[in-house]
C-alpha cells in the first residue's frame, strides 16, 4: 500500500471550512458526535480536533491487527481519510467512536484478507501494552532485568500468536475489549451484534485463549 498522506491544509485547520467562531471553540465541551455534525457541515478544525484526539488509540489499534509500527500508522492515515470523504453521510444515531471503529475494523480485516499478511511479529516495541493491564510502558520506566525481557517478550508474543488466530469475529472482539477498553455495548454496535452474543463471544475466545495459555500462566 503507498503511503497515505493526509490534507495538510485540514490538519492544520486552515482549509475553507476554518472559521473564526471554529478558532473559539473549545472543542472539549462538545460531544464527539456534536463535533463530527460540524465537520459534516464544513468545519474541519473538528475534524483535527478529533484526529488529534484519537491518532494515538487508533494507531495502537492497527497494530494490534498487522503488528508492524508503519504500517498501523499508515492504515491509521486511511481510516481518518475515509472518516473525512464520509463526513457528508456521517448521522449521529450512534457513537462517534462506533462509527469510528467499525471503519477501522473493516480496513484491517479487509487488508489481512487482501494481503495475506504475516501476522507473527519480528521485534518487540517500546509502545507495546501489556497483555494483562492493557497500559502501555513508559520509556523512562526502570529497565527490567534481560532475563524478564526474554520471559516477558516469550509470553507477549505467544499470545500475540493465540489472539491472531482466533476467529476473525473473536480476534477483533478481544482487540477492542483488551486493549482498548471498549465495553460489550460498544464492541457490539461496532459488530452489528447484540450485547449478549458479544459477551458470548468474548466469552468463548477468552476460553480458547485460556486453554491455549495455560502454560504461561
Request: aromatic fraction near 8%.
Amino acid at each position: 500500500m503507498a503511503t497515505i498522506a493526509l490534507d495538510q491544509s485540514v490538519l492544520r485547520g486552515t482549509g475553507t471550512g476554518m472559521t473564526v467562531d471554529s478558532q473559539l471553540t473549545d472543542w472539549s465541551t462538545l460531544s464527539d458526535a456534536e463535533i463530527m455534525l460540524r465537520v459534516r457541515d464544513g468545519d474541519d478544525a473538528g475534524y483535527t480536533y478529533l484526529i488529534e484526539k484519537y491518532r494515538r488509540p487508533i494507531i495502537h489499534f492497527m497494530f494490534r491487527m498487522v503488528h508492524n509500527e508503519a504500517l498501523a500508522e499508515e492504515l491509521a492515515q486511511e481510516v481518518f481519510l475515509r472518516v473525512y470523504r464520509s463526513r457528508a453521510t456521517y448521522r449521529a444515531d450512534a457513537r462517534f467512536t462506533t462509527w469510528l471503529y467499525r471503519i477501522a475494523t473493516n480496513l484491517g480485516v479487509n487488508h489481512a484478507r487482501d494481503t495475506k499478511y504475516e501476522r507473527a511479529a519480528q521485534n518487540i516495541y517500546l509502545d507495546q501494552a501489556d497483555a494483562e493491564t492493557g497500559t502501555t510502558p513508559d520509556v523512562a520506566d526502570a529497565r527490567p532485568t534481560v532475563e524478564h525481557l526474554m520471559l516477558q517478550g516469550e509470553r507477549m508474543q505467544a499470545i500475540r500468536q493465540h489472539v491472531m488466530a482466533l476467529p476473525e469475529r473473536q480476534r477483533t472482539a478481544v482487540l477492542m475489549h483488551k486493549y482498548q477498553g471498549m465495553d460489550y455495548r460498544e464492541i457490539g454496535e461496532v459488530l452489528k451484534l447484540s450485547e449478549s452474543a458479544t459477551k458470548s463471544l468474548l466469552f468463548r475466545a477468552y476460553q480458547t485463549l485460556r486453554d491455549k495459555l495455560k502454560d504461561f500462566v
